[in-house]
């Protein structure tokens, strides 16, 4: 039995769809991640969650009760957003007793003891006394996530919640959210346009493009098995080939590159050469495709001598060629 | 046969399906349960705002309209009024002299306002910041002191009079006169903002170009501020056609639209004629409110985010010309206080000019002290319940996360009443409160009535200011707070409003102002146990005191200038608890 259930959720702003028919359901405990380009409506589908926006056709069912017209206080959750909107005049204890000290039920003792272990828990204890302002971006990513816990919400939303911070934090942030979200066993859905990130952090994946679902499956699946050259190529790199009505996909590390010239191999011609660390990226082209990824083995690649301009030979196992009819 | 093609005919592909999907998507019976989805209080405190600022704005204007078309005897009169009041020269004269002396002082006052501004913008003159100050000392004062200084230096026995230099001052020199201090100050303040903002880079291309700082002024500087020059010839127009104050103590016999209104309605009791001029007096504010939004309009995206800060370059002979003329407008105001401080505290003004403090000892027939402490009264009363009620309805305008019909509504009236002169609210509301058939006739002859004016007099530019702080604030803190079950008002309490500080401050302190200058929509309003002080100055220039009139002014004068003091020092402090906070950009 999934917690929350998204059923046919349409959405339109005007005369434009931001949803279009989208089902989805999360089960307790686990990180889905909504992953798609900007103006997929993957943040309208967030924000329908939290209650913030209404659906014009569909329903939200969470924990078994259809929750699609409940307003957001009376929803349990916690959300963290890209600009994380700490209330700057408030410091970080400040911000988490916020919204604890409405919880008429709660004792003052218990309400301060709950906003110090939720600092506790992200590792902003010492700097409980500090104004937002004077946190680095990581801080201030915690103190939000410290603020939406503190509530002991039944599930925890992320709209972008990394994309404002530099390569390094956001990486090291990556896995400390989801080491956070076990250890809480917190249901949590997470908008992201990383792919990197959507891929490292979540249990499940639900792929979004132009206001549709266009797969649901986890990291695996989605990266091994994508379901159409839309996932194919958003969720890593990607190499497309139609030929009439049937479009044929395969991924960069799965080109084989030979020596000797077989009937069946493709004869390539190289662009360019990338060196990134073990593997090597070769930018080449043929005929009628101006673009072709390769990537090898470095150490491949040296034995082999690959210079621009050399032409090269291609074999496409079969087992990894994906297709899809239209 | 790689084709990368194929994807944009997928990407195609999903949009005829997204296309498929289009027409009657929301099944009946579903209404019902929706209605779960909206926050009540949230919309019940919108409407009753958006209800109380509609009745209040648009009940008198109402009311107003239908006087202008209908009897004494309260038929229908159709365009009966107006076909006698273009019949009758002595009343169509006012229309000719309105224009002329409003055209001429806003010819005056965006002349010396541009200087002003640009001496204080763009140039690297010594005692900016004084003279600023100073080119706002007009907007402390009501209009009638602006003329009654006058009459200290020009009248019949004014000082430069003695002297043996007649200007003629009663009648149309005077009122342009008094007119062009009046409408300095707004003409300043809108074309320094306008000249504050400039692209540096364009000034640097043209320099490196050679091109001649004169020829940079009219091809770089006038095309910036044309807008602002055209919206500020509207207003300085609009406010001086519309004022009352000055006309009424050196109009002498040359009537305007202003004074014949009062007239008609204190002097002959014609509330039809007095409803028929004030429907004038709405053509050019409304042309300016057209004016200033379409000029907004398009200025808004002139400036571009990559212009860099405007270096002003050193020129000596240009420093020294800016500074003689900023000398020259500021020593002509300090001569006006000088003159008013002088009639306040002579003896007898002029006959016997010993220093005396018998003015301060006003005559109780003409409103005595009490008028003084009546118009603190209804200053901060207007203050307070006016910067509550502006930023409130500009919170919910602003903030609210549905009702977006509503809140349109709500930004559309919050500008109307900068298309409303203080004579058309003044009169609008005798004819809409001072009717037996309307409940809220209780508040007729209260100080209610004076508030309830001023706040809507005075709306329009603290709006502005409160939406402009609002926009400043991140729109997620309401989703959060709303998501951790935090009510509205406590987000607005504890988040937007200490956050907003600075404004609220600005708009108080506006409200306070203006509540204290204000003579042409509490002309009609204020009842005879509740004298305020700006009319008190009426009734003791007609009384023949002028001493005490100036004594008087000079109060409004002090108490505004301490109030601005206090402004700025409250300011200061805000800033430096928010600076430490390290909230730099609100």
Known sequence: MSFLEIRNITKRFNEQIALNNVSASVKKGELVCILGPSGCGKTTLLRIIAGLETANLGQIIIDGKDQTYTQPKDRNFGIVFQSYALFPNMTVLGNVLFGLKQRRELSKEEVHARSLEALRLVDLLEHKDKYPRQLSGGQQQRTALARALALSPSYLLLDEPLSALDAKVRVKLRSEIKTIQKSLAITTIMVTHDQDEALTMADRIIVMNNAIVEQIGTPREIYDCPSSAFVASFVGTMNVYQQKSVTYAIRPEKLEVVNRHDKYDLAVNVNEVEFKGPLTRIYASCADAPEIYIDIPSEKADAMRVRIGATMFLKTPQKHLRRWTV | MFSFAGLVELAKADQVKTDQVKSGLVKPGLAKQRLRSINFGQLAALLLLLTIFALILLGPLISLFSKAFMTKGGDWAGLANYTQYFKTPSLTISIGNTIDISLWSTLFSATFGLLFAYALTRTRMVGKLFFKY??????????????????????????????????????????????????????????????????????????????????????ITLPDIKYTAVNVLFVCFTLAFTDFGAPKVIGGSYNVLATDIYKQIVGQFDMNMGAVVGTLLLIPALLSFVVGKVTNSINASTLSSRATNFKIKKCMPRDVAFFIVCIAVSLAFLALTAALLIGALSKYFPYDMSLSLQSFMFDSSTGGINSFSHSLQMAIFTAVSGTVFVFIYAYLVEKSQRFSLLKKIGRLLSALPLALPGMVIGLSFIFFFNNANNPLNIIYGTVLILVLSNVLHYFSVPFLTATGALKKLDSEFECVSESMGVPGYKTLLMVSAPLCLPAILEIFMYFFVNAMVTVSAVVFLYSAQFQIAAIAITHMEEAGNISQAAAMGFLILLINVIVRILYEAAIKIVKAKLARKEITNV
Request: glycine share 8%; hydrophobic share 55%.
């Open chain 2, 134 to 219: 100073l080119a706002l000392l007009p907007i402390f004062m009501p209009t009638l002191i602006h003329a009654l200084a006058l009459v200290f230096l020009f009248g019949k026995q004014g000082i430069i009079t003695q002297l043996g230099l007649d200007i003629n001052l009663y009648g149309r020199t005077g009122i342009i006169i008094a007119e062009t201090i009046y409408t300095f100050p707004q003409a300043f303040l809108m074309f320094s903002i306008a000249l504050e903002y400039a692209d540096g880079r364009l000034y640097e291309a043209a320099d490196s170009m050679g091109v001649s700082p004169f020829t940079q002024f009219i091809k």
